[in-house]
């Protein structure tokens, strides 16, 4: 067995056991949690496999590469496994405590392994059709633990939702029936010696614009983010977490694979409207969150103001700007979604997401206040938190100016570097909101009202991630030189397709 | 046939659009489902078409006779169809429970989760 088998291998089993063990909710609590521990062993065997520069190839049925359908598993697929078992873990000790009886009982840990098969699934395919496979996986068991329960808010989120995720996806077929269409192959490597070799790059430049409608509805860049906000508040604390870290991500993932090995023939207008689309996300995304004031809606507009962040690093297309991108998605993913689990903890003790009616927490609970404290400041870009590193590489490369888009580059670093202050502002909102200020009444924070062994299950997997984001601020060096690892790979695709076509 | 093809492909992203475009959440679901086959019809274009050509080996070769038809789309169409159909079916439960707890049709009103 290899770790890329296994990471698909495990939670497909797992799922599989919680839809067999369905009349046990304990056994069902249990599995979910081990299958994530289990997966976040094998991923970190996928890592120490491929830290090296390996990349590792698994050919479904032993066909030869450009014919069967081949998992790789090279640095940035790797990392983003790993980070992806990380969340899952913590997702799922958390649900021990937030997610109720009934959803247990009809089938929310198989729904979550599902998902996570889905998201490793789309993260070591070799395959375009192949990735379209696994994207649906993902969205269908998302569709299902978004709509599980079936209050009227959580529905009305949930057709916004589906609807334009199925419309995304019918791109994404469209896209890949095109592509075929003009090169006559899916394989991710032989569309990358096949597009360098093909006679019209304008027709595939226009592929690559459908391509980029697809994964930007999923990636919730701007102008495709509207169904972001409308629905990620809606579903269980537990559930939004895990959509928030590492479902968009799925999308910038995959705008990172194809934009870096496929579409690379004209640069200039590809990575240059990924640039101004960067711009427009993140400005828009953090003027959305300011004026919000539900505590889990102002989250969901800063997953799009970040991910702007992130195509930035593509659009840039320098070692530096990639290697920030691969950085700032690991340290998204792990601040993002402890944000999110922070939110349902003031939920759980005070009753209400209204941040007009939050209050008093600092006074109630100092060590809750740590703990959201550091991944709030973390993602407002305060040193020395993973927040600061991440941004400092992508402002650095914007500003270095060995880009092919010049003064631009320099005009988006600066507005990243607003966007930033921002961003500050609006955590320093639910700062001074929900801990800061005297608790207005009737929602006064009680954490004894939670039970001793809740509030173990809840803040323990928040301390972890914390204690995570701490670790990747305190050693940037370490974290950073895999990210530079992983853009060197990305940037020279000649060893991704050597690997993968080699007989 | 590409021609015929192409303009029948056109009509249903056209309806498709239109339907998705309504204020019905029934209507919106029926322009999905045309969607999926307007994107099946494409993909099966866009392949390459030929008439009169089978896309398997027969029962004497051992290899794809040089006229036969590159079986790959169609395998891609069928994956599609079988996708599609699962999707379809959970977007119709999906609608019915969501017609249960709003006891609303229109998207308009739906709006609850926006501000």
Redesign the interface.
């Given at each position: 067995m290899d770790p890329v088998t296994l990471s698909l291998l495990v939670p497909l089993v797992t799922a599989v056991l919680c839809v067999l063990g369905w009349r046990s909710s304990g056994l069902q609590r249990f599995l979910g949690v081990a299958g994530m521990a289990v997966l976040l062993g094998v991923a970190l065997w996928l890592i120490a496999a491929t830290a090296g520069g390996e990349i590792l190839v698994v050919r479904f049925g032993n066909w030869p590469a450009p014919f069967g359908i081949v998992l790789v598993g090279d640095l940035t697929a790797a990392i983003m496994v790993l980070v992806s078992a990380i969340i899952g873990l913590a997702v799922a000790v958390y649900s021990l405590a937030d997610i109720d009886a009934g959803r247990t009982r009809y089938g929310y840990y198989a729904f979550l392994h599902f998902m996570m098969l889905g998201v490793c699934g789309a993260f070591l395919t070799g395959d375009m059709?192949n990735m379209f496979?696994w994207f649906?996986v993902m969205?269908?068991s998302s569709?299902?633990l978004m709509?599980l329960g079936?209050?009227?808010?959580q529905?009305?989120?949930?057709?916004?939702y589906?609807?334009l995720n199925?419309?995304s996806?019918?791109f994404f077929?469209?896209a890949?029936?095109?592509l075929?269409?003009?090169t006559g192959t899916?394989n991710m490597a032989d569309l990358a010696v096949r597009a360098r070799e093909y006679m019209q790059p304008e027709l595939l430049t226009l592929t690559a614009m459908l391509f980029l409608v697809a994964f930007g509805l999923k990636a919730a860049v701007f102008p495709l983010f509207f169904w972001l906000p409308?629905?990620y508040?809606?579903p269980p604390v537990a559930v939004s977490a895990v959509f928030a870290g590492l479902l968009t991500k799925v999308g910038v993932y995959a705008l990172v694979r194809v934009f870096t090995l496929i579409f690379t023939a004209d640069l200039v207008l590809t990575h240059g409207l990924l640039l101004a689309i960067a711009g427009l996300t993140m400005v828009t995304g953090v003027l959305g969150a300011v004026v919000q004031f539900d505590f889990r809606r102002l989250l969901s507009f800063h997953i799009v103001s970040q991910i702007g962040y992130m195509v930035l690093g593509l659009a840039l297309f320098t070692p530096l700007a990639l290697a920030g991108t691969v950085f700032y998605l690991f340290h998204h993913i792990v601040v993002k979604a402890n944000l999110f689990l922070a939110s349902g903890v003031a939920h759980r003790y005070s009753g209400t997401f209204d941040l007009k009616k939050l209050g008093g927490f600092y006074a109630a609970t100092p060590f809750f206040a740590l703990l959201f404290f550091i991944p709030a400041m973390s993602l407002g870009g305060i040193p020395p938190l993973s927040g600061f590193f991440a941004k400092f590489a992508i402002v650095k490369a914007g500003l270095a100016g060995d880009t092919m888009f010049g003064g631009w580059a320099v005009v988006l670093a600066v507005v990243a570097l607003a966007v930033g202050l921002l961003t500050l502002f609006s955590m320093t909102k639910i700062w001074a909101e929900a801990f800061w200020k005297r608790a207005p009444g009737g929602h006064a924070p009680h954490p004894d009202r939670v039970p001793w062994g809740d509030r173990v299950l809840l803040l323990g997997p928040i301390a972890a991630l914390a204690l995570l984001t701490l670790a990747i601020g305190f050693f940037p060096g370490f974290f950073f030189a895999f990210a530079e690892r992983a853009a060197a790979q990305l940037l020279e695709p000649q060893g991704y397709i050597n690997a993968v076509l080699a007989p | 046939m590409e021609l015929l093809l192409a303009i029948t492909i056109g009509v249903l992203y056209a309806a498709s659009f239109y339907l998705i475009l309504r204020r019905s959440v029934v209507r919106v679901v029926l322009g999905i489902a045309l969607l999926s086959q307007a994107v099946n019809l494409l993909i099966f274009t866009a392949g390459g078409l030929r008439e009169g050509a089978s896309a398997f080996i027969g029962p004497e070769q051992t290899a794809l006779a040089a006229t036969s038809v590159d079986p790959l789309p169609q395998a891609l169409v069928l994956t599609a169809i079988v996708i599609s159909f699962g999707v379809l079916a959970f977007t119709l439960a999906m609608v019915h429970r969501a017609d249960q707890s709003t006891g609303t049709d229109d998207i308009n009103e739906l709006k609850s989760t926006d501000t």
């Open positions: 059709f496979v649906e969205l269908i569709f299902v709509s079936g209050e009227r808010p529905m009305e989120g949930a057709v916004k589906v609807v199925l419309i996806s019918s077929l469209a890949c029936g095109i075929y269409g003009q899916l409308a629905s508040h809606t | -």
